[in-house]
T-cell receptor, first 113, second 114 residues
């Protein structure tokens, strides 16, 4: 069975500082990896995804993530955060074929002015 | 394109009552999912449909939860009778193909059971 561990439940960071949200996955087969963002009282919005190819994936709003197969990680980074990035971030994993997304518990990013 | 539509946005019911949620996926999306998101946790899959057939309902509490997707388009999720622990946000998502493409989520229905 697949699983996702988001190592930090909350990450406070000052505005314009860099941030990294950590994600580790467990899977015995090849994986597809995703990061979603959830703003208050809204659904989940796709930030970026890794399906194959380059291990560095760029997404919306200046976010990027790097797939590291040896460390089974898919950490999310942004070089300079804004107040508007305050939200809940979810890492998710699936596999090729008809398997559903499995989500981590989420990391709450709080950007401080 | 229009997104995934869900209704109602909010619902408050007493325990042991019944409730139903509705989802209209993106046009042409064959795969539809219902997720339950309890406060402070990540979404958990309840059921996955491919067209109007069930692909995975292994985590659906079938003694009280039911779901259908008639004609392979809209879907309804029902809870009867509701328990306090059913308080959560119920998210509907759809995808053109299962697996790698990523899903489009609706805004969810926030259920409070009192």
């Amino acid at each position: 069975a697949q699983s996702v561990t988001q190592l930090d439940s909350q990450v406070p960071v000052f505005e314009e500082a860099p941030v990294e949200l950590r994600c580790n996955y467990s899977s015995s087969v090849s994986v597809y990896l995703f990061w979603y963002v959830q703003y208050p009282n809204q659904g989940l919005q796709l930030l970026l995804k890794y399906l194959s190819g380059s291990t560095l994936v760029k997404g919306i709003n200046g976010f990027e993530a790097e797939f590291n197969k040896s460390q089974t990680s898919f950490h999310l980074r942004k070089p300079s955060v804004h107040i508007s990035d305050t939200a809940e971030y979810f890492c998710a994993v699936t596999s090729p074929g008809n398997t559903p997304l499995v989500f981590g518990k989420g990391t709450r990013l709080s950007v401080i002015a | 394109e229009a997104g995934v539509a869900q209704s109602p946005r909010y619902k408050i019911i007493e325990k042991r009552q019944s409730v139903a949620f509705w989802c209209n996926p993106i046009s042409g999306h064959a795969t539809l999912y219902w997720y339950q998101q309890i406060l402070g946790q990540g979404p958990k899959l309840l059921i996955q449909f491919q067209n109007n057939g069930v692909v995975d309902d292994s985590q659906l509490p079938k003694d009280r939860f039911s779901a259908e997707r008639l004609k392979g388009v809209d879907s309804t999720l029902k809870i009867q009778p509701a328990k306090l622990e059913d308080s959560a946000v119920y998210l509907c998502a759809s995808s053109q193909t299962p697996g790698g493409g990523g899903y489009t989520f609706g805004s969810g229905t926030r259920l409070t059971v009192v």
